[in-house]
C-alpha cells in the first residue's frame, strides 16, 4: 500500500501538472494538431513549440522513401526543445551551427508566434542551406522568435541532408516503393513540411492561404525547384530565394548518373551492384557508415564522386531555369538576391544568378523585388560581405550572431532588413512605413536595393549589371 506521504506528494505533482496545463492553456501553449496536442513554450512574448514530427523517422526500410505520414500520439507532447538535426558530419567552418546533434530520425519542425495574436498570422517557412549536405533548423541565428515579435508566424524544419537526402542506384529504382518518386529524399521532405504547414498551421493561428517559403543557398536553390515542382503548386503564396543560383541547381545530373554514384557508394561498403540483396544491404547499414565523412569539404575535393546532388527527374524536380523561361511555375511575389562577396564573385553564379531570375520571372508580369547585401558587421573588418552573411541581418538575430561585437549600425540594419521580410511575407511588398521604397525590379530600369557598406538603404540601378551581362554573353557564345 502506498504511504500517505506518497500520496501526498502523487496529490501535489498532480495539482501543479494540472496547474501547468491550466497556465498553459490561458497562454495559447497548448496546441492541437492532427497527430495529437503539444505543449510549447512561451518567452519574452512569443510562443514557440520545436520538435514537431511532420513525418515518420526515415529509418530502417524507411531509408531512401518518401516521407511516411508521423506517428500519433496520446497525451501532451513536450514540444519545447529542437529535434534532432539530419545525419551529417557538422562543417567546422558553418556560418550557423547546429544546436543538435545530428540523427537519422529527423523530420521535425517548429513554430514561433506572437504570443496574444489575434486573427490568422501570415507564415514565413525558412528552408536552411549547406550544399545539400550539411545544415539543419537548430542554429541559433535561424530562431524565429525576433520575426515573430513583429506580428508574423514563422515556421522552420529539417530535411535529409547528404546521401540521406539524394541517393539513387538500380536496386532502389527496381523496388519502386514510392511509384517513380525516386532519388530527391529531400525535396521530398520539404514538400511533405510544407503540406504539413496547410494541413496544420490554422491551429496554431496561422493563415496556411498566406505562406511565404524563403532559403539561402541550397535553401534559395530549393525555393527554385518549389517555385516550379509539379508536387508543391498550391502550398505557397510568396518567395524569397537567398543566394539561390539561377535555377540550374548545383550541376548536371540524371536518375542515370545518379545511380553511378550509388553503384561507386555501395561498392566501397562491399555491395554488388547485381547482388539480389543490395537493397537491404545498403539500408543495414548504420548512419555513421552512410554519412562516411561526406561534408561540405567534399564538395570541392577533386576525385570521384560519392555523392550526387539533387537532379531534375520530372517530378520531384524539374530544369528550375528552363521552367522559369517557359513561364512553367508558380507565379507568386518573388524577392531575390546576394551578398556582394557571394560564391563566383560579381559574375558568378549568385550574384549573376540571382540577376538572371530576376529579370526572367518579371519579365512574365510577376511582382519581383531584386536586392544586393553589401554591409559587413562592424565586427568583422574584412572587405565585402560573404556567402550567407546576410541571414542574421533578414532573422534580426545580429546579436545572436555577433554577441557583444554586434553594433548599433548592424542592429539597425537587421531591424530594417527584417522589416522588409516581414512586410513581404504579409503582402508580397517589402515596403513600409518607416523603410525607404523598394522599387519593383524590372530589366528596363535595373533597380535593386543595395543594403550597402555604410549601413544605408539605397534604392539604385544595379552598378555590376553591364558587367554581368557582358559576362553572361561572352560565356552563352562559347
Same mark, same amino acid.
Given at each position: ?72 500520439? @496520446? ?8 529535434? =534532432? ?6 562543417? !567546422? ?5 547546429? *544546436? ?68 539513387? =542506384? ?7 516503393? +514510392? ?37 539561402? @543557398? ?13 508536387? @508543391? ?11 539561390? /543560383? ?26 554488388? !551492384? ?22 561540405? &569539404? ?36 518573388? &524577392? ?13 553564379? &549568385? ?51 555577433? /554577441? ?12 530594417? &532588413? ?10 508580397? +511588398? ?5 523603410? !525607404? ?27 555590376? *549589371?553591364?558587367?554581368? +551581362? ?9
Amino acid at each position: 500500500m502506498l504511504r500517505r506521504s506518497s500520496i501526498a506528494a502523487m496529490a501535489v505533482m498532480a495539482s501543479l501538472a494540472l496547474s501547468n496545463a491550466a497556465c498553459a492553456q490561458g497562454t495559447g501553449a497548448q496546441v492541437t494538431v492532427a497527430d495529437g496536442r503539444l505543449e510549447g513554450t512561451q518567452a519574452d512574448g512569443v510562443l514557440a513549440w520545436k520538435g514537431i514530427p511532420f513525418a515518420a523517422a526515415p529509418i530502417g526500410d524507411l531509408r531512401w522513401r518518401a516521407p511516411q505520414p508521423a506517428t500519433p500520439w @496520446s497525451g501532451v507532447r513536450d514540444a519545447s526543445q529542437y529535434g =534532432h538535426d539530419c545525419m551529417q558530419v557538422p562543417f !567546422p567552418s558553418d556560418a550557423a551551427p547546429l *544546436g543538435t546533434p545530428p540523427a537519422e530520425d529527423c523530420l521535425y519542425l517548429n513554430v514561433w508566434k506572437p504570443a496574444g495574436a489575434k486573427g490568422p498570422l501570415p507564415v514565413l517557412v525558412w528552408i536552411y542551406g549547406g550544399g545539400f549536405v550539411n545544415g539543419g533548423a537548430s542554429p541559433p541565428t535561424y530562431s524565429g522568435a525576433n520575426l515573430a515579435k513583429q506580428g508574423i508566424m514563422v515556421v522552420s524544419f529539417n530535411y535529409r541532408v547528404g546521401r540521406f537526402g539524394t541517393f539513387a =542506384h538500380p536496386a532502389l529504382t527496381k523496388a519502386d516503393e +514510392d511509384e517513380g518518386l525516386l532519388g530527391n529524399y529531400g525535396y521530398l521532405d520539404q514538400i511533405a513540411a510544407l503540406k504539413w504547414v496547410k494541413a496544420n498551421i490554422a491551429a496554431f493561428g496561422g493563415d496556411p492561404a498566406q505562406v511565404t517559403i524563403a532559403g539561402e @543557398s541550397a535553401g534559395g536553390m530549393s525555393v527554385n525547384t518549389l517555385l516550379t515542382s509539379p508536387l @508543391s503548386q498550391g502550398l505557397f503564396a510568396r518567395a524569397v530565394v537567398m543566394s539561390g /543560383g539561377n535555377g540550374s541547381g548545383m550541376g548536371p545530373a540524371t536518375l542515370t548518373t545518379s545511380e553511378q554514384v550509388g553503384i561507386a557508394f555501395a561498392k566501397s561498403k562491399g555491395i554488388a !551492384p547485381d547482388d539480389p540483396a543490395a537493397l537491404a544491404k545498403l539500408r543495414a547499414l548504420s548512419a555513421e557508415q552512410v554519412t562516411d565523412g561526406l561534408n561540405m &569539404m567534399a564538395l570541392f575535393t577533386p576525385g570521384e564522386r560519392t555523392f550526387s546532388g539533387p537532379f531534375p527527374d520530372g517530378r520531384i524536380a524539374v530544369d528550375a531555369l528552363s521552367a522559369f523561361k517557359a513561364g512553367d511555375f508558380a507565379k507568386v511575389p518573388l &524577392m531575390i538576391g546576394a551578398t556582394s562577396a557571394d560564391m563566383g564573385g560579381k559574375t558568378g553564379f &549568385m550574384v549573376a544568378g540571382a540577376r538572371q531570375v530576376a529579370g526572367v520571372v518579371a519579365g512574365q508580369g510577376v511582382p519581383v523585388y531584386e536586392y544586393r547585401f553589401s554591409y559587413v558587421a562592424d565586427s568583422v573588418g574584412k572587405p565585402g560581405a560573404q556567402h550567407a552573411t546576410d541571414i542574421p541581418f533578414f532573422f534580426d538575430t545580429t546579436a545572436i550572431k555577433y /554577441g557583444e561585437e554586434t553594433s548599433k549600425r548592424d542592429l539597425a540594419m537587421g531591424k530594417a &532588413m527584417s522589416g522588409y521580410l516581414v512586410n513581404f511575407t504579409r503582402t508580397g +511588398d517589402p515596403n513600409g512605413k518607416g523603410l !525607404p521604397t523598394w522599387p519593383r525590379y524590372a530589366k528596363a530600369s535595373d533597380t535593386l536595393v543595395d543594403f550597402t557598406e555604410t549601413g544605408k538603404v539605397l534604392a539604385l540601378k544595379d552598378p555590376w *549589371g553591364a558587367e554581368i +551581362d557582358a559576362a553572361a554573353a561572352k560565356q552563352a557564345s562559347r
